[in-house]
């Protein structure tokens, strides 16, 4: 079992071994036990990216070494967030801020953030990324909180009292609102959906629903939201295919499909369909390095001349007319990776470029 896998059952209250833990000296590594940070902006502290890579000063630390021209941080790319990787103590849980233009990755310093966490759900809506939830693995508590991305800071907003705190949820943006479905916590799995447009969140009741889970995916395409896959409430992965109109859930009974997974990244490619890769297969438990897109009608495995290796937990996002994916956990490794790679439509391409360090579970926005 991978240890992202696990990080998904304890974070989700499937587990208990491991359930302890304590910040230790540095902010983010989690030892043995005692509580975690809150989801308020405290102070905060992540690993140094690499001297290579751009900062949010706006100066790249090469140029300024060899005396080259600065390098200003672009005004818009894709926003990462979050995640949990490994350092010198142990895991280390991520607050930190990526901004990714498609040739360079460049590390931002916003004057607020969320706390660190993994499993969050983002999507992008107007001129903003919407963040919500996701929890602090070994330690809990899972989060309740919703923010903002835009004019280079975040912003915390209202939640509903009402939403319970949650993780491995998933959220896409369809016309002017977000909608946010499912996730897990405690003893718990959630089959609601609920719905945001820049001030409360407001719950749909609706039937048919998909059943509980965390950890599926789900992107926007067209005029609807497509859902695939996920663990449900038993821990079991399941292979489903739902859509949401804005209204209502409908299972889908597409000719071919993935197996039953968890844990896979996902974006609307360039062409409208739905793109997913990696993620962990519920037969087997073998991550899987798979690529699969879905048109409407039905899922067509694609089979590149290159792929990235084996992942989970990994993230993907579209910019330029290109996805991209960053990222993840390939089977019992004991690294997570940092690479970035791309997909023009017909097969992947790694991307020579220095980024953040190697993470799993984060959210990654484009503009």
């Given at each position: 079992?991978?240890?992202?896998?696990?990080?998904?059952?304890?974070?989700?209250?499937?587990?208990?071994?491991?359930?302890?833990?304590?910040?230790?000296?540095?902010?983010?590594?989690?030892?043995?036990?005692?509580?975690?940070?809150?989801?308020?902006?405290?102070?905060?502290?992540?690993?140094?990216?690499?001297a290579s890579t751009p900062d949010a000063s706006g100066l790249d630390a090469d140029a300024i070494d060899a005396g080259l021209p600065d390098?200003?941080?672009?005004?818009?790319?894709?926003i990462l967030f979050g995640g949990i990787g490994t350092a010198d103590n142990g895991e280390y849980v991520y607050d930190d801020t990526w901004l990714f233009d498609g040739a360079a990755w460049y590390e931002l310093h916003p004057p607020a953030a969320p706390s660190q966490r993994v499993y969050a759900a983002a999507a992008r809506l107007g001129t903003q990324e919407v963040l919500f939830g996701g929890s602090a693995p070994y330690v809990g508590p899972?989060?309740?909180?919703?923010?903002?991305?835009?004019?280079?800071?975040?912003?915390?907003?209202?939640?509903?009292?009402?939403?319970?705190?949650?993780?491995?949820?998933?959220m896409a943006a369809l016309g002017g609102a977000v909608v946010l479905f499912g996730g897990t916590t405690g003893e718990s799995s959630f089959s609601d959906t609920w719905?945001?447009?820049?001030?409360?969140?407001?719950?749909?009741?609706?039937?048919?629903?998909?059943?509980?889970?965390g950890y599926a995916a789900m992107v926007t395409m067209g005029k609807r939201v497509v859902l695939f896959g996920?663990?449900?409430?038993?821990?079991?992965?399941?292979g489903d295919t739902w859509t949401w109109d804005g209204a209502s859930w409908t299972q889908q009974s597409p000719k071919a499909s993935p197996s039953a997974?968890?844990?896979?990244?996902a974006a609307t490619a360039p062409d409208g369909t739905m793109l997913i890769f990696g993620g962990e297969q519920g037969s087997d438990g073998k991550v899987l390095d798979e690529t699969w897109a879905y048109d409407g009608t039905t899922w067509t495995q694609r089979h590149p001349a290159t792929s990235p290796p084996a992942r989970l937990g990994a993230v993907m996002t579209t910019l330029g007319g290109k996805v991209y994916l960053y990222g993840g956990d390939g089977s019992f490794s004991d690294d997570e990776l940092s690479d970035t790679w791309v997909w023009d439509g017909v097969t992947w391409a790694l991307v020579n470029v220095d980024g953040p360090p190697g993470r799993v579970a984060a959210t990654w926005v484009s503009p």
């Open positions: 079992m991978s240890r992202l896998r696990t990080f998904a059952l304890l974070t989700s209250g499937f587990a208990l071994a491991g359930a302890g833990a304590h910040c230790g000296a540095r902010t983010g590594f989690f030892e043995a036990s005692g509580a975690a940070p809150g989801p308020d902006a405290g102070s905060r502290e992540a690993s140094p990216p690499d390098r200003m941080v672009p005004a818009s790319g894709a899972s989060y309740a909180d919703t923010w903002t991305y835009g004019d280079a800071t975040w912003t915390l907003g209202a939640s509903p009292a009402a939403m319970a705190p949650r993780d491995g949820s998933v719905t945001w447009s820049g001030a409360v969140w407001t719950q749909v009741m609706t039937s048919p629903s998909p059943e509980a889970r996920g663990l449900d409430q038993a821990v079991q992965w399941v997974r968890s844990l896979m990244a």
